[in-house]
């Protein structure tokens, strides 16, 4: 094994075969597993209604099921759009605790449940709150417990979007301009 690239421009560091990688939204499938695993223990449902798991989340008059979350086409607004208009900088860690509260001062949805296709984040953060409220567990501790171990994954894992973590080996983000993004 070896890697390619680097980890860090600033410091020269190379990429190595211990590196550690922000997947970002590609973890989105193993949160879509980790839901699918839950049901397939008679914990849930991805026909049940949303505000059963939170139901801080408002009413919008149309009921949004968990298949909607896992198909983005819930019509909840994508959070990082709703961050940037409260000052958000993009450099802070985006905390799921912040999302739901956005979300609970919503108003209206984008469309209505399973109507249409819009991506949003915000989907998989109130997937991710539904699997604590399901499992008692953070989906961080859940999917290390139920997917990562048992798969001999030990450098895997959720960086749960609670603190701002050190991570170890990690690779920094950077666009085409050069400029660090995250």
Known sequence: MKGYGSANLEYNIPITKSTVFNLASVSKHITAYCIA?????GKLSIEDDIRKYLP???DFGKTIKIKHLLHHTSGLRDPYGLMYLRGWNPLDVLKNRNVIRLLERQKELNNDPGDSYMYSSSNYIVLSEIIK???GKSLSDWAK?????PLGMKN???NDATE?????NRA???NFSSKKVC
């Open 56 to 58: 801080e989340l408002p």
């Open 133 to 135: 409220k399901v499992s």
């Open 164 to 168: 701002e973590n050190l991570v170890k």
């Open 172 to 174: 920094d983000a950077y």
């Open 156 to 158: 895997t894992f959720y």
């Open 145 to 149: 417990e139920n997917i990562f171990d």
């Open 37 to 41: 695993l839950l049901e397939s223990e």
